[in-house]
């Protein structure tokens, strides 16, 4: 277990100390009305963590009181991501739907007790009503009818008696409260949207708040931990329990949400991107979602570790995307089979080797932990290397290149010698003609030649045709979730599709990665348009942390 010194942990502590509670219960509360992203991860490491810990228990509720937005394929998709993270709930999945009869005769509670109304002021007119932080608000002509009209006017709105967003049900607190939250909150609206659990039964739907809270203490949540955007609304999470006959009352705790740079984590905004086909679908791998991640190669590992690397306080902050990057190459640079790709093929024809000639060479799978074996990879008259290792291609560069006369080692084969350029009219290079030498396979020249450079390389007739999917941030904005249309600042080169080849390697077919392709970066087969014979693979991330961010 780990961060066990945040501020929560030891509030934790000190309850227990006090022997305030004899189990610690927390929960996870997502609204079901998209995928969960690695904002939620956040969330999830501590909820569940904490439960872990103190052998208590975490609760999966979903907050599923906006019918209009949710949908049973966003539950399943919560589920599964859950578990891919390697946590488990408490007992049977939780639904505020499950406590919407009880839920309603807290209302009717409040009502009796003079605390609750039935309000016919339209959305607008209740804005407009309750003021500025400057300037008090205003009563609602409606907010002095008599409870029993009240109660009549709400079994009215639960009956379906009138049309939507004409009535709702409000708290009666104060409408000139320093906080604009406790000005006459609303308790219930009226949906005709048909529900994706219960239905048509229900036409009207607590607000988050009077659903929370209550939630909170019928499951016997202890700690109640939420994002710092809540932390207004503690008074009336608060005051809702102490009005009703509840004899559970949770307490709420916030932290900082995590927010990263180039990225976005709210699910309206994702869902922005999914509906206008910027991305393929929630599961792409340029999505910060868990589901997005997953494909794209990063690891359940890999990102509950950069969860623990951030950490849980009260102070808001953009994280660099290269934290999260950084914790997943330390993960797959233990755990990852090394292979070789190429990705921008030229040819290669070695002129001293007869044609049709076929050499299988040892290669090690893993330089520094033998236990994850060899193999064999094709060497043949003609290979493919990265045109970017020819200095025609790539000048300026701090490594040796390919040039004419210039001796380079093939990644644990031989060495070997440009000869000449074979060149199409416009001067493009299409081909290499090299010799290699013999006595070189892994070995140093004897003669003592000092060979600088390693390039990668693949049989050009050993091999598997594959596509690599190069990914970039989506945006090209550092905070882009507070700029306004963010399909306007979308970066065009966010994939970019290269065509090559992989080495001959049957274990392609039965295990998707993520790999190391030396000198290239980790890759992972993506499970949607991958197939035999054409393989498709995402780059999770580059070797090294690109200059750019
Ligand atoms: P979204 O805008 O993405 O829908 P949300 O907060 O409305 O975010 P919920 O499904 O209601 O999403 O969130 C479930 C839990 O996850 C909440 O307790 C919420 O505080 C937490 N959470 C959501 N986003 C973040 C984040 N960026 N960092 C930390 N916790 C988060
Ligand atoms: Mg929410
Ligand atoms: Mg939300």
Request: hydrophobic letters at 35%.
């Amino acid at each position: 277990m780990d961060n066990k010194s945040n501020f929560i942990y030891n509030i934790i502590n000190q309850d227990l100390n006090f022997k305030k509670y004899t189990i610690i219960h927390t929960r996870f509360p997502p609204e079901p009305n998209g995928y969960l992203h690695i904002g939620h991860v956040k969330s999830i490491y501590l909820n569940f963590n904490i439960a872990k810990y103190y052998h208590g228990k975490c609760n999966l509720r979903f907050d599923d009181t906006n019918p209009d937005k949710e949908s049973k394929e966003y539950v399943e998709a919560i589920k599964s991501d859950i578990q891919w993270l390697g946590f488990m709930w408490n007992g049977e999945v939780c639904y505020v739907s499950d406590y919407f009869e009880q839920l309603y005769n807290y209302a009717v509670e409040l009502i009796q007790k003079g605390l609750a109304y039935v309000d016919e002021l339209s959305i607008y007119a209740i804005r407009e009503y309750r003021g500025t932080l400057k300037k008090s608000g205003q009563n609602s002509p409606y907010r002095s009818r008599s409870i029993k009209d009240n109660l009549f006017f709400f079994s009215k709105m639960r009956n379906g008696e009138f049309p939507e967003g004409s009535v709702c049900l409000r708290a009666k607190i104060n409408m000139s409260d320093s906080s604009m939250i406790m000005r006459d909150p609303v308790l219930y609206r009226i949906k005709y949207t048909t529900h994706h659990r219960v239905g048509k039964s229900w036409c009207i739907y607590p607000t988050y708040d009077f659903s929370h809270c209550i939630s909170d203490a019928i499951e016997g949540i202890t700690h109640s931990l939420c994002t710092l955007e809540f932390q207004e609304n503690r008074r009336l999470y608060n005051w809702i329990l102490k009005n009703i006959s509840i004899t559970k009352h949770p307490i709420q705790y916030e932290f900082s949400r995590l927010n990263i740079k180039y990225i976005i984590t709210s699910k309206r905004k994702l869902n922005l991107l999914v509906v206008n086909n910027i991305v393929d679908g929630w599961d792409d791998p340029r999505m910060p979602t868990i589901s997005g991640l997953r494909r794209r190669g990063y690891t359940a590992r890999s990102i509950c570790e950069f969860c623990k690397r951030i950490g849980i306080s009260r102070q808001d902050s953009y994280i660099e995307l290269s934290e999260l990057e950084s914790c997943i190459r330390d993960d797959l640079n233990k755990h990852s089979l090394r292979l070789m790709a190429i990705i921008n093929p030229i040819m290669v024809k070695i002129i001293n080797l007869p044609t049709g000639y076929i050499e299988k060479i040892p290669m090690p799978n893993h330089p520094n932990d033998c236990s994850m074996g060899i193999r064999y990879v094709f060497f043949t008259q003609e290979i493919f290397i990265d045109r970017f290792d020819l200095d025609q291609y790539c000048k300026n560069s701090r490594f040796p290149k390919l040039t004419i006369g210039r001796e380079i080692r093939l990644r644990h084969a031989y060495v070997i010698k440009v000869d000449h350029f074979k060149k199409d009219t416009e001067g493009n290079i299409i081909s290499v003609h090299c010799y290699y030498d013999p006595t070189t396979l892994n070995r140093k020249p004897i003669d003592g030649r000092k060979i600088q450079g390693v390039i990668h390389w693949v049989s050009a007739t050993k091999n598997i045709s594959a596509e690599f999917r190069l990914y970039d941030k989506l945006f090209i904005h550092p905070t882009p979730d507070i700029v306004i249309n963010i399909l306007n600042i979308v970066n065009p080169r966010s994939l970019v599709i290269s065509h090559g080849f992989v080495e001959l390697n049957p274990i392609f077919s039965n295990n998707p990665g993520p790999y190391q392709f030396e000198r290239e970066g980790y890759f992972i087969l993506d499970y949607q348009y991958s197939k035999p014979t054409y393989l498709v693979f995402n780059r999770t991330v580059t070797l090294k942390k690109s200059n750019k961010s």
